[in-house]
T-cell receptor, first 114, second 115 residues
């Protein structure tokens, strides 16, 4: 119930295309869903996040779509660029001891071809 | 640089040795987290501090692991009698504790290799 399942494991997209990464969860107590971008040798950096009372959130080229009834959420990267090539992690957050512990997906390695 | 910093960035050690890592959070953040990330996986929660109090520990944190945050500022993570299975990236993150903020900011990590 604590797992977050992420797919696909890897993704290759042409420059200018749309990259779509999907995540699913079971625990309805999760109430915060961030997406992180990680480059090799670096720590994860927050891209965009959403709460379950909102069905979509857009920031620049990045959009989260959230389906509460299906317990699924996805990241859409519009006009994908070679600089977007990185590993993307979805996460779900649950309050414990007054904080929000993150449960991460297994990651999607994105490669955008020039 | 006002981000989360970690030291060292890389550590190579022999099995059985003790290692200690340091994390300096963003200065106004009083919540600090440690995660472990193995190759090809997402980060896994290890432990959490609010100020100097360690409020939660994962079952992943065996008796050989100990974390401290003595003055509510920087934190250390010590691994005693290292094993090859401890090889991983150890990530530190920090967040605020007010305004309902839940965003965690991650440091660059310490990559541990146990030979």
């Amino acid at each position: 119930q604590q797992q977050v399942k992420q797919s696909p494991q890897s993704l290759i997209v042409q420059k200018g295309g749309i990259s779509i990464i999907n995540c699913a969860y079971e625990n309805t107590a999760f109430d915060y869903f961030p997406w992180y971008q990680q480059f090799p040798g670096k720590g994860p950096a927050l891209l965009i996040a959403i709460r379950p009372d909102v069905s979509e959130k857009k920031e620049g080229r990045f959009t989260i779509s959230f389906n509460k009834s299906a317990k699924q959420f996805s990241l859409h990267i519009m006009d994908s660029q070679p600089g977007d090539s990185a590993t993307y992690f979805c996460a779900a957050s649950i309050e414990a001891s007054g904080t929000y512990k993150y449960i991460f997906g297994t990651g999607t390695r994105l490669k955008v071809l020039a | 640089d006002t981000g989360v910093s970690q030291d060292p960035r890389h550590k190579i050690t022999k099995r059985g040795q003790n290692v200690t890592f340091r994390c300096d959070p963003i200065s106004e953040h009083n919540r600090l987290y440690w995660y472990r990330q193995t190759l090809g996986q997402g980060p896994e929660f290890l432990t959490y501090f609010q100020n100097e109090a360690q409020l939660e520990k994962s079952r992943l944190l065996s008796d050989r692991f100990s974390a401290e945050r003595p003055k509510g500022s920087f934190s250390t993570l010590e691994i005693q009698r290292t094993e090859q299975g401890d090889s991983a990236m150890y990530l530190c993150a920090s967040s605020r504790a007010w305004g309902g903020a839940v965003e965690q900011f991650f440091g660059p990590g310490t990559r541990l290799t146990v030979l």
